[in-house]
């Protein structure tokens, strides 16, 4: 290894990407690059510190012990370098961020990072809207919002980064709505994901289902659910003690996993990049749960 040599922050971003994503193709959406150059750039980095940062066998490409040591000192380089053009971009009094959530991101799961982007960047403007991925789509694309993190079909509109939502049907506890004719479905407004794969699902089934309760709110279609008003199509990470999951056994069919995706505007400004990047990092640590 040369002591001398100069780490090139490109070449750190790009090892980032491959670690957090798992996978070289994936990395190289993220980064906008191709994947023949996220892995030259990734070999080059080796050749300069003189070790394997990955262990490339498996589904999953993971960092050795070598690379999580440097994984650490590369994500506060990255860090420090997108603070030092923030702290330099635009007057702070001008900036605002534009961002959508869906509800059950914009309570518990993101709120401390929201918190603490708020707390170190007093001058930013953060603006946060949640509720349906429907409406926060269409805010988005007409350029009303700068960060979008929505919820999609799998591979429909490509983002900064995506992870895997999957779903399941729950009912309460202590009732089987199932045996009910018609069945009595918890759901969300017209536009959401959820209620079209509701609604298409008992319809191919031949089943008849009535919309026994309908909220915007995503603890209110939770709490219908625990106390029996009807079947739901929830992430699987929301269940709760007070949920049962209905599966094939229970005549309902697998639904295929959505995906969490955060877009963002062309033109983002510096600060913009920060939270993008915190977000991503929080979606991962939820996605990890």
Same mark, same amino acid.
């Given at each position: 290894m040369n002591l001398n040599a100069t780490l090139d922050p490109v070449l750190l971003r790009s090892f980032v990407a491959v670690v957090d994503t798992g996978s070289f193709t994936r990395a190289a959406d993220s980064t906008h690059l191709t994947q023949s150059t996220v892995s030259q750039q990734v070999r080059k980095l080796e050749a300069q510190l003189g070790c394997e940062l990955l262990h490339r066998k498996g589904r999953y490409i993971t960092a050795t012990l070598e690379g999580e040591r440097v994984l650490s000192y590369a994500r506060r380089i990255l860090q420090l370098m997108n603070e030092a053009v923030a702290q330099t971009s635009i007057s702070l009094e001008q900036q605002k961020i534009r961002l959508g959530v869906p509800e059950d991101f914009a309570t518990h799961a993101i709120m401390p990072t929201l918190s603490a982007f708020s707390s170190e960047y007093p001058g930013i403007r953060l603006e946060v809207k949640s509720g349906l991925c429907s409406d926060i789509w269409r805010e988005f694309q007409r350029g009303d919002m700068d960060l979008a993190l929505v919820k999609q079909r799998q591979g429909s509109v490509p983002g900064l980064a995506c992870w895997p939502e999957p *779903?399941?049907?729950i009912d309460s506890l202590h009732s089987n709505n199932l045996d009910?004719? !018609? &069945?009595? *479905? &918890?759901?969300? !407004?017209?536009g959401g994901l959820y209620r079209s794969e509701m609604a298409h699902t008992f319809d191919r089934l031949g089943r008849n289902w009535r919309l026994a309760y309908v909220s915007t709110s995503l603890s209110g279609v939770c709490? @219908? &659910?625990? @106390?029996g008003f009807g079947v739901s199509l929830l992430p699987r990470r929301l269940v709760t003690a007070q949920h049962r999951i209905l599966n094939e056994r229970d005549g309902l069919p697998p639904v295929p996993d959505l995906e969490l995706t955060l877009h963002a505007q062309d033109k983002l400004s510096a600060h913009s990049k920060i939270l993008a990047d915190r977000l991503i990092g929080a979606c991962n640590d939820i996605c990890r749960q």
């Open positions: *779903l399941c049907w009910n004719h !018609p &069945v009595p *479905l &918890v759901t969300f !407004p017209i709490c @219908a &659910v625990e @106390a």
